[in-house]
Each structure stands twice: as C-alpha cells, then as structure tokens.
C-alpha cells in the first residue's frame, strides 16, 4: 500500500513540475522586457524623427552639428529645411509639421509667440562684405558699394539679413541699388561666387563656406550689426520632450564647439 502511495506522489509532483516549468519560462521573459524597458527610460533619451526649420545661414553647421547629436542620441533622427527666417515663419504659421525653430534674428521669432515655446539664443553673427575671388574692383568700405558701377546685390529687406545689411547702410547714409534683392543670404553668396554681381552683403560665416571662391572684406563694428539666433519648440510639435532636447543641446558646450568653430559668435 505504502509502495502505490509513494508512487503517486512521485507521479503528482512530475506533473505539477511539468506544468509550472512554462509559467516559469514565461516569467522570465517579462522580466526580460520589463529591465529593456527601465534601461531605455532611464536613458533620458528621447526617441523621435525630428523636423527642424533653420535659417540658411545654419546650412553648413547645422549638417555637422546633426551627425554629433544623432550619434550621442540614438534613436533620434533629425531632418533640416533651410530657408530665409521669413520663410519659415511663414511656413510655422501655416501649420507645417515642425518640431523646432531657429531663426536668425529675433523679429522674425518674435513675431511667432503664439506658435513656439520661449526661445533661447544660441548664437551670433556679423556681416561681411563679399566679392569676387582676389576683390577685382577693389572693394574697400561699405562706401565703395555706392559706385554705380557696381553690380551689388542684397537680400529683400523682410529677410534678416537684409533688413540687417538696411540697417548698416541706412545708418552710415550710403545709399545702394542692387541689382537684385534675394530670398535668402545663400542666394546672395552664390550671386557673387558665381560672377553675376560683383559685390554683395551676407553673414561672416557664410562667407567662410566659399573659400578661394569669395574674399570677404570686414565691416568694422562701429558700423557693422550683430545677428542673433533664436532657437524654440513648435508648440504643434508631435515630439516636444524630444524636440525640447534638441533646442536645450544647441546651447551645450558641445553645440557651442562646433558653431563656434565655424565662425559663429557665443550668445
């Protein structure tokens, strides 16, 4: 009797252990899930596709600076449009899926309070004069853009850095007629480094992205006028912790590094 009792209790724990080895395996794997899951979030890090609106004068650092952070940030993707800063406003007004702004001076981002959170300068710039490779017509001062002969050409007054380049000529009563007034400061570059005007106005920095194809001619300060860049969320953004980390990395040592090395000025 003892030996059939024995038996069966052998025979009952072999099943009960057979049954509770899946719940066990089961187990485990939402115990796996749930450590990825805290190792993820304890990372801080957001994960988005991001779509960034910048100023054309950003072009070129921009494009480095967005190597550094989706390296640093796994996960995060970012995509630029580059255009003049009325350009973008006018596209953040018309509801354009957007996560950040950067303009290039604070009118334009002012002007869109009800659009973006509270923007943070990340930089500054100056103006420069540009013309032809070695200066052919000899371009000195801001005077010498005043000469007829000149082929100058400006940005529209409603783009920054025209209403800038307005400013600085407006203030030393020079009076200039362009032979075209551009949409942004890279049309403006490309103007001169392409022979179709021989003089132009455009950012310092963008002037240093066509070496040997302009020489740049300095404006002294007292006449010259500091550009700031203004970067803020889009409120209709559908990735604001993400987009949120973006604007704030633009203001870190790292950011600040690399548009700094490209010529941009601290904030």
Same mark, same amino acid.
Request: charged letters at 20%.
């Given at each position: ?197 021989? @003089? ?6 963008? =002037? %240093?992205? #066509?070496?040997?194809? !302009?020489?740049?001619? *300095?404006? /002294?300060? +007292? ?8 970067? @803020? ?6 990735? =604001? %912790?993400? #987009?949120?980390?973006? !604007?704030?990395?633009? *203001?870190? /040592?790292? +950011? ?12």
């Amino acid at each position: 009797m003892s030996r059939i009792l024995t038996r069966r209790r052998t025979a009952t724990a072999i099943v009960t252990a057979a049954l509770l080895l899946p719940l066990a395996a089961c187990g485990g794997k939402d115990d796996s899930k749930k450590d990825t899951g805290a190792q993820a979030s304890a990372s801080g890090t957001p994960k988005a596709d991001l779509t960034v609106l910048a100023a054309s004068s950003l072009t070129d650092v921009f494009g480095a600076a967005k190597k550094v952070y989706e390296k640093e940030h796994p996960g995060t993707k970012i995509t630029y449009s580059f255009a003049g800063s009325q350009e973008l406003a006018t596209q953040v007004k018309q509801g354009s899926p957007a996560d950040a702004l950067v303009t290039a001076d604070t009118k334009t981002m002012d002007g869109l309070k009800s659009d973006v959170g509270t923007p943070e300068i990340i930089a500054k710039n100056r103006l420069v004069i540009v013309t032809g490779k070695g200066n052919p017509d000899k371009v000195h001062t801001l005077k010498d853009l005043a000469n007829s002969k000149l082929k100058v050409v400006l940005a529209a007054p409603q783009v920054p850095v025209g209403n800038y380049s307005k400013q600085v000529l407006d203030a030393q009563k020079i009076k200039v007629k362009p032979v075209s007034q551009e949409v942004n400061v890279r049309a403006v570059l490309s103007k001169v480094e392409l022979g179709e005007a021989d @003089a132009g106005i455009v950012y310092k920095t963008d =002037a %240093a992205t #066509a070496p040997g194809k !302009v020489q740049a001619v *300095d404006i /002294p300060d +007292a006449q010259n006028a500091v550009a700031s860049y203004p970067a @803020a969320t889009v409120k209709g953004s559908k990735h =604001a %912790a993400a #987009a949120a980390a973006f !604007v704030k990395w633009l *203001d870190s /040592p790292e +950011a600040q590094k690399i548009l700094q090395g490209a010529g941009f000025q601290k904030p």
